[in-house]
């Protein structure tokens, strides 16, 4: 059984600072795209970061460009998330979801194989 658990989310005032994790099992990060997104109640669901297969390329929503950072430990099978600069609109549940296809292609449509729990940001002002 494929499974991805998020973990690192918590109550953080404005222009503080989480690191997110994701640690997958029963697939190998490498092999996949590995994606973060965010939901809030009422809202859409956003794809705010993704890794390709093997880490050649990334790519964030405009709006957390320059704040978050995504990377992996491949000896850990864990994806993270850097959230820094936090703002209350960051506010949202985080999941990571990863991809067979590898390319990120599928995560800018939300369209990825494998989904985690979430874990809950509040960021306050």
């Known amino acids: 059984d494929v499974q991805l658990q998020a973990s690192g989310g918590g109550l953080?005032?404005?222009g503080?600072?989480?690191r997110l994790s994701c640690l997958a099992s029963g697939l190998t990060f490498e092999?996949?795209?590995?994606?973060?997104?965010r939901q809030v109640p009422g809202k859409e669901r956003e794809g705010v970061?993704?890794?390709s297969k093997r880490g050649r390329f990334t790519y964030y929503a405009d709006s957390v460009k320059g704040r978050f950072t995504i990377s992996s430990d491949n000896a850990k099978?864990?994806?993270y998330l850097q959230m820094n600069s936090l703002k209350p609109d960051d506010t949202a549940v985080y999941f990571c979801a990863?991809?067979?296809w590898g390319l990120c292609g599928r995560w800018v449509v939300g369209a990825m194989d494998y989904w985690g729990?979430?874990?809950q940001v509040t960021v306050s002002s």
């Not at 092999?31 to 997104?37: L, S, T």
Request: hydrophobic share 45%; charged share 15%.
């Open 77 to 79: 099978n864990t994806v």
């Open 49 to 51: 970061s993704c890794f």
């Open 16 to 18: 503080g600072s989480l």
């Open 117 to 119: 729990k979430g874990t």
């Open 12 to 14: 953080v005032q404005a």
């Open 98 to 100: 990863a991809d067979r």
């Open 31 to 37: 092999d996949f795209a590995v994606g973060w997104f």
